[in-house]
Every structure is written in structure tokens, then in C-alpha cells.
């Protein structure tokens, strides 16, 4: 079974409390949505490998630079769950 997650933040192109789950894909193509690890942060957001040397993630308003010494993954390309979560 897929792994599960909602978004705790509302600086993210999704809203707060957004549910979804990942699935593995590669290669992931520039401008897709995907989940990140880096160093233990999962951060949602958008792909842009390769620009200028370093591969990037892109937030609404931000551009992470994951420079080598960064230790990241990508965990999937985001799917939205069609059902609500309950924040009890």
C-alpha cells in the first residue's frame, strides 16, 4: 500500500491539508510535482533539474538550489487522494 500524506504549510502550490500520495517514475520531466527528501524535510513542489549546473525544486515564490552537498531524494510524482482527511 502507497504511502499516504497531507500538506502542513500554506506556502505550497497546494492547499493546506491537500491529501495525496506519491508513485515512483523515471525520469521525472522538468516542471512536474513531485515530493522531495531532503535531508529528512518532505517538501512538495516543482522539478527543474539541471539548471545552471544544480538541480532545483521550486515553490510558489522560492527556488531551492540542491546543491551536492545536500543529501535529497525524490520520493514520486504527487497523485492526489480524491478523499478528504479528518484533522482531529
Known amino acids: 500500500m502507497a ?5 502542513a504549510c500554506h506556502l505550497l502550490e ?4 491537500f491529501p495525496f500520495t506519491t508513485i515512483p ?4 520531466e522538468r516542471g512536474e510535482f513531485i515530493l522531495l527528501n531532503v535531508e529528512g524535510w518532505l517538501i512538495p513542489g516543482r522539478w527543474r533539474p539541471g ?12 527556488l531551492i538550489e540542491l546543491t ?12 492526489p487522494l480524491d478523499r478528504q482527511h479528518c484533522l482531529n
Not at 3 to 7: H, K, L, M
Open 3 to 7: 504511502e499516504e500524506y497531507i500538506t
Open 14 to 17: 497546494v492547499p493546506f491539508g
Open 25 to 28: 517514475k523515471y525520469p521525472y
Open 51 to 62: 539548471d545552471g549546473g544544480s538541480d532545483w525544486l521550486e515553490l510558489p515564490g522560492l
Open 68 to 79: 551536492e552537498r545536500i543529501l535529497y531524494h525524490i520520493v514520486g510524482l504527487v497523485v
